[in-house]
């Protein structure tokens, strides 16, 4: 069966400080990939998304990044962080349409 | 652009019947899904419609209509444990592929 696994859970990281988010993917090949951010009490956020190893597309423009190194695993970064970054990230893959989340990373910028 | 109206909260008591509603605007639509997705947890899907009508799955049923740009979901005999927030999302055409829009979601609160 397929799995996704996301990490660290949470963090705490001051302003101007670099970010890196990984999720990884088991039990499919080539799956479609994707960061959300959900910010306090709001919808999801579509912030980045990739059909392929280093097809990336941005959705929104930021001060974020992502990478997609190899076919199941799909990093989000930042080089300095602002507070408005904070949120709940969640890494998706697809089948069929439907999107599969994993478990979340919590982010606050103080 | 895309754009889904919900109902920010909605309130009901255990074993009741409660419908959220949500109207979309989009350029281009493929289907209309329900997620759930409790207090400090990861989104799970519940339901979609890519057709006009009713789709049943258990206690939780999804209506969508087309030319009304319109779906729900209803939640049957409510549990505690429904209480969560509810997001409709409708598939759009990306590059290539189809992706999520969410809506904003709407918080349900169950009451014994």
């Known amino acids: 069966s397929q799995t996704i696994h996301q990490w660290p859970a949470t963090l705490v990281q001051p302003v101007g400080s670099p970010l890196s988010l990984e999720c990884t993917v088991e039990?499919?090949?080539?799956?479609?990939l994707y960061w959300y951010r959900q910010a306090a009490g709001r919808g999801l956020q579509l912030l980045f998304y990739?059909?392929?190893?280093?097809?990336i597309s941005s959705e929104v423009p930021q001060n974020l990044s992502a990478s997609r190194p190899q076919d199941r695993q799909f990093i989000l970064s930042s080089k300095k962080l602002l507070l408005s970054d904070s949120g709940f990230y969640l890494c998706?893959?697809?089948?069929?349409?439907?999107?599969?989340f994993g478990e979340g990373s919590r982010l606050t910028v103080l | 652009g895309q754009s889904l109206e919900q109902p920010s909260e909605v309130t009901a008591v255990e074993g009741a019947i409660v419908q959220i509603n949500c109207t979309y605007q989009t350029s281009g639509f493929y289907g209309l899904s329900w997620y759930q997705q409790h207090d400090g947890g990861a989104p799970t899907f519940l339901s979609y419609n890519a057709l006009d009508g009713l789709e049943e799955t258990g206690r939780f049923s999804s209506f969508l209509s087309r030319s009304d740009s319109y779906g729900y979901l209803l939640l049957q005999e409510l549990q505690m444990k429904d209480s969560a927030s509810y997001f409709c999302?409708?598939?759009?055409?990306?590059?290539?592929?189809?992706?999520?829009?969410f809506g904003t979601g709407t918080r349900l609160l169950v009451s014994p």
């Open positions: 039990g499919t090949s080539n799956p479609n």
């Open positions: 999302a409708v598939r759009d055409q990306g590059t290539g592929f189809q992706k999520l829009v």
């Open positions: 990739s059909v392929g190893i280093g097809q």
């Open positions: 998706a893959w697809s089948v069929g349409g439907e999107l599969f």
